[in-house]
């Protein structure tokens, strides 16, 4: 069975600042790889996918993944914070049978501060 | 853009009480997901239909919980009774085929607190 590993439960950044969320998978497979963004209270939004091919994919509101095959990892980054990205970083990975997508497989996630 | 609802957003409910949740995918979205997520934790995977038809419901507590997509569109999830510990938000999802990769979109939620 699959898992993911968020290993930083809550992470500071300072407003302008780089950031870096760490992503650890385990799968017998090649992955399908996802993070989602959610805001207190809401649902969660896609902000990209690694399906295959170009192993740096690029996201939505400047946001950045690297798949990296032999760490097992899919990291997302970010060279410039703002105050809204502040919110809760979720790490998946999907797998597909049948014809259709399965159920993600989530982290923990990851709580992301925004100092001023 | 073409969204995911469901609702209600918030519910209150007594511990044995019965609950119901409801939601709509986007149009054209065969496959639909009801997720739980406990505060803190990443969304858990309940239940998986296609169309109408269950693909997996393994981690269902089929004793309380059932769920349905009667004409392959709407789906419901209810809870029977309700328990201190299904306090949680249970999330909806469709997934559709875009350029060879699925995507699954989440719609808002409905937060449930068990008293």
């Known amino acids: 069975a699959q898992s993911v590993t968020q290993p930083d439960i809550h992470i500071t950044v300072s407003e302008g600042a780089s950031l870096e969320l760490r992503c650890n998978y385990s799968y017998g497979a090649t992955p399908y790889l996802f993070w989602y963004v959610q805001s207190p209270g809401q649902g969660l939004q896609l902000l990209l996918k690694?399906?295959?091919?170009?192993?740096l994919v690029q996201g939505i509101k400047g946001f950045e993944a690297e798949f990296k095959r032999s760490q097992s990892s899919f990291n997302l980054r970010k060279p410039s914070v703002h105050w809204s990205d502040a919110a809760e970083y979720f790490c998946?990975?999907?797998?597909?049978?049948?014809?259709?997508?399965?159920?993600?497989?989530f982290g923990k996630g990851t709580h992301l501060i925004i100092q001023p | 853009e073409a969204e995911v609802a469901q609702s209600p957003r918030y519910k209150i409910t007594e511990k044995s009480q019965a609950v119901a949740f409801w939601c709509d995918p986007i149009s054209g979205h065969a496959t639909l997901y009801w997720y739980r997520q406990i505060l803190g934790q990443g969304p858990e995977l309940l239940v998986q239909f296609q169309d109408e038809s269950v693909v997996d419901d393994s981690q269902l507590p089929k004793d309380r919980f059932s769920a349905e997509r009667l004409k392959g569109v709407d789906s419901t999830l209810k809870i029977q009774p309700a328990e201190l510990g299904d306090s949680a938000m249970y999330l909806c999802?469709?997934?559709?085929?875009?350029?060879?990769?699925?995507?699954?979109?989440f719609g808002p939620g409905t937060r449930l607190t068990v008293t």
């Open positions: 999802a469709s997934s559709r085929l875009a350029g060879g990769f699925y995507e699954q979109y």
């Open positions: 690694y399906f295959s091919g170009d192993t």
């Open positions: 998946a990975v999907g797998t597909y049978s049948g014809g259709g997508a399965d159920g993600l497989t």
